[in-house]
Every structure is written in C-alpha cells, then in structure tokens.
C-alpha cells in the first residue's frame, strides 16, 4: 500500500484543467469546421448576380434547374452506392458468422396471448377453433369438516399438569 492516493482538490484542480483543455479543443475544431464549410459553400456556390431582363432570368433559371439536375443525379449514386455497400457488409457479417459457427439467439419479446388466439393465429381465420378446457371439467363440490370445537373450560384445571416442561413436571416431584 505504497502508493499514495491524490488528495481531493489536487483531483479536482487536474479535472478543471482537463475539462479547459477539451474546452479549447472543441472551440479550435468547431471554428475548424465553420472556416471548412466557408470554404466549400464559396468554391460550390458563387455569388448570385440575378440578370436585368426577363429572357435572362429564364435562361439563368434553366442553367439553375440543369445544376440541380446534375447533383440530384450525383446524391442518387451516393445513396445507391452506400446501400450497395451496407448490403455487401451485411452478407460478410453473415459469412464471418457462418464460418464461426456461432449463433447469436435474438431475444425474443414476451407475449401474451390467450390460447384461442394463438390457434387462430396458427391456423387462419377460417378455422374456429375454441379452446374452452374448463368447460369439459367435472364439477366437484367442496365439502366442509366440521372440527369439533374445544370445549372452553375452567382454566385453573389442568394448570398442574401443564405447568412447566411441557406437563414433565410432575413425574419429576413423584420421584423426588
């Protein structure tokens, strides 16, 4: 038990100093991607200049609505590539495990479900099958015993022989 454990506030003092240090950091990367997105939207997106007359401004719309066309067509790629690719990383996870050999069992949710509707869920609708079990059953009637009850009596007349270990105490004054 050599080692000395750190005080309170020298933990404390070294857990504000961590957390001014990641403070800084994420100021640094949030102005990062602020200056990054500054940069991408004035290469992608020049200044607009809307033109004076109207067969210019329906020549300018029709040059916008071919960019748009252009990167519609770009983003559908992308998604088809990335499920294209989400799909190909399933079946090697499907592989890896096959050639493990080990199965993971889902865990299956509780339900709770009577057994009329599980027959109906099996068989369809167009099979009624009703499983009333309690309707066959025999009727049984209880039957009541009657126990007779003690008769209650003077308590002072067997005090004697009740008296102490269990009613033993009398054998022991015979013998003595």
Same mark, same amino acid.
């Given at each position: 038990?050599? *080692?000395?454990? /750190?005080?309170?506030?020298?933990?404390?003092?070294?857990?504000?100093?961590?957390?001014?240090?990641? +403070? &800084?950091?994420?100021?640094? =990367?949030?102005? *990062?991607?602020?200056? *990054?997105?500054? !940069?991408?939207? *004035?290469? #992608?997106?020049?200044?607009?200049?809307?033109?004076? %007359?109207?067969?210019?401004?329906?020549?300018?719309?029709?040059?916008?609505? +071919?960019?748009?066309?252009?990167?519609?067509?770009?983003?559908?790629?992308?998604? $088809?590539?990335?499920?294209? $690719? #989400?799909?190909?990383?399933?079946?090697?996870?499907?592989?890896?495990?096959?050639?493990?050999?080990?199965?993971? @069992?889902?865990?299956?949710? @509780?339900? !709770?479900?009577?057994?009329?509707?599980?027959?109906?869920?099996?068989? &369809? $609708? @167009?099979?009624?099958?009703?499983?009333?079990?309690?309707? #066959?059953?025999?009727?049984?009637?209880? =039957?009541?015993?009657?126990? =007779?009850?003690?008769?209650? &009596?003077?308590?002072?007349? #067997?005090? =004697?022989?009740?008296?102490? /270990?269990? &009613? !033993?105490?009398?054998?022991?004054? %015979?013998?003595?």
């Amino acid at each position: 038990m050599s *080692e000395k454990k /750190m005080t309170s506030s020298r933990r404390h003092h070294l857990k504000s100093l961590m957390l001014q240090i990641a +403070q &800084g950091l994420l100021e640094a =990367e949030a102005a *990062e991607a602020e200056q *990054e997105k500054q !940069r991408y939207m *004035e290469e #992608n997106c020049p200044s607009l200049s809307l033109p004076g %007359t109207m067969q210019e401004l329906q020549d300018f719309c029709k040059k916008l609505q +071919q960019q748009i066309d252009i990167v519609d067509e770009q983003r559908y790629d992308m998604e $088809s590539k990335v499920a294209k $690719s #989400n799909k190909e990383i399933d079946d090697l996870k499907m592989k890896v495990q096959d050639l493990k050999g080990k199965f993971k @069992k889902p865990v299956l949710k @509780k339900v !709770r479900m009577s057994a009329d509707a599980m027959l109906q869920a099996l068989l &369809g $609708s @167009k099979h009624k099958v009703s499983m009333d079990l309690r309707a #066959n059953l025999k009727q049984v009637k209880k =039957e009541t015993k009657e126990e =007779e009850k003690e008769s209650v &009596g003077d308590w002072r007349k #067997n005090i =004697e022989d009740k008296a102490g /270990m269990g &009613g !033993r105490k009398k054998m022991f004054e %015979t013998e003595a």
